[in-house]
C-alpha cells in the first residue's frame, strides 16, 4: 500500500512540475483593447537595431515576444515568431523580442548574441535584464506574445506555447485593418 501511495504522489508532482513548471498556460489569448502598450523601459542593449519607442511604431502593427534564450517553450515558439517576421515585415509588422533573463547566466550580452546567431534571428531584440519592460507590461510568463496596433493600444496577448494559427489570424486581422484606417 506505502509504494502505492508512493507511486501516486510521485506520478503527481511531475503532472504537477510538467503542468505548472513548463509554462504551459490552458487559457485562451486574451482578445480585444487591453490599454496601451507601455514604452520599452530600462533596456540594457538592443540587438539588431537602433533603440525603438512605441511612439516610433504609431502606424504599424507591433508583436512584443517576451522569451529567453534557454526557455525550451520559448525555443519552440521561434520559428513561428520568425516565420511571422519574414512574411509580414514587408507588410508593415514590427517584430521586436524583448529577452528577460530567467537565470543569471542569460544577462550576458554576448550569450544573447550568440543565441541570436544560432537561432537566426533578425528582428530587433531588446534586452530588458533589469526587467523594466517586463514588469511595464505586468507580464509574467515566458513566452509571452503581445499584438499592438497601429493605434498603440494591446489588442492580443498569449502565453506559453501554441495558438499559432490564431495568432497569425490576428496578425493579418489587424494587417488589413492597418490599410483601411489611418493611425491616430
Not at 41 to 64: A, C, F, Y
Amino acid at each position: 500500500m506505502r509504494n502505492l501511495i508512493r507511486v501516486f504522489l510521485a506520478a503527481s508532482a511531475i503532472a504537477a512540475i510538467y503542468t505548472f513548471g513548463t509554462g504551459a498556460i490552458a487559457e485562451s489569448p486574451k482578445v480585444g483593447d487591453q490599454g496601451k502598450a507601455p514604452e520599452f523601459v530600462n533596456i540594457d542593449h538592443w540587438l539588431n537595431s537602433e533603440p525603438l519607442t512605441m511612439q516610433q511604431l504609431r502606424g504599424k502593427v507591433v508583436l512584443v515576444d517576451f522569451w529567453t534564450y534557454s526557455c525550451i517553450n520559448c525555443v519552440n515558439t521561434l520559428p513561428y515568431v520568425k516565420q511571422w517576421y519574414e512574411k509580414y515585415k514587408d507588410q508593415g509588422l514590427v517584430v521586436v523580442g524583448v529577452h528577460t533573463p530567467e537565470f543569471p547566466f542569460e544577462k550576458s550580452t554576448a550569450n544573447v548574441q550568440a543565441a541570436l546567431k544560432q537561432f537566426d534571428i533578425r528582428y530587433p531584440v531588446a534586452q530588458d535584464n533589469m526587467y523594466g519592460t517586463w514588469s511595464a507590461y505586468r507580464n509574467q510568463y515566458w513566452p509571452a506574445t503581445y499584438l499592438i496596433d497601429t493605434t498603440g493600444r494591446i489588442v492580443y496577448q498569449h502565453y506559453g506555447e501554441g495558438r499559432y494559427k490564431e495568432t497569425e489570424a490576428e496578425i493579418q486581422r489587424l494587417l488589413a485593418a492597418s490599410k483601411t484606417v489611418p493611425a491616430r
